[in-house]
């Protein structure tokens, strides 16, 4: 069993900067990988990025690329989402989650363990 929580949601004006922090806890990620999905009201959610966790390969959703930036902390067991140049259309509830597939592209297929999320809200 894997649990997942995650921090750092808040309030920030366009343009402005967010670090959002998973802490894992449960077994090792040795193994799998660790990914970012949002979901904005009204909408499905949708993949953000995602980390390997023993090699630190990453994959971006289009919509983030070159603002956002994920990495992982495999000694603290925690992966992170550096968020910058924020956009309204960025407000959602980010989650965290983990033991996913990756299939190419952007093609990833969420694992079976998921944060509760945290609420990101930009202003324009």
């Known amino acids: 069993q894997v649990q997942l929580v995650e921090s750092g949601g808040g309030l920030v004006q366009a343009g402005g900067s967010l670090r959002l922090s998973c802490a894992a806890s449960?077994?090792?990620?040795?193994?799998?990988?660790m990914a970012w999905f949002r979901q904005a009201p009204g909408k499905e959610r949708e993949f953000v990025a995602f980390?390997?966790?023993?090699?630190?390969?990453?994959v971006y959703t289009d919509s983030v690329k070159g603002r956002f930036t994920i990495s992982r902390d495999v000694a603290k067991n925690t992966g992170y989402l550096e968020m910058n140049s924020l956009k309204f259309e960025d407000t959602a509830v980010y989650y965290c989650?983990?033991?996913?597939?990756?299939?190419?592209?952007?093609?990833?297929?969420?694992?079976?363990?998921w944060g509760q999320g945290t609420q990101v809200t930009v202003s324009s």
């Open positions: 989650n983990a033991g996913g597939k990756y299939y190419g592209g952007t093609n990833y297929s969420p694992g079976p363990y």
């Open positions: 449960g077994r090792t990620f040795s193994s799998v990988s």
């Open positions: 980390v390997t966790w023993t090699t630190g390969i990453t």
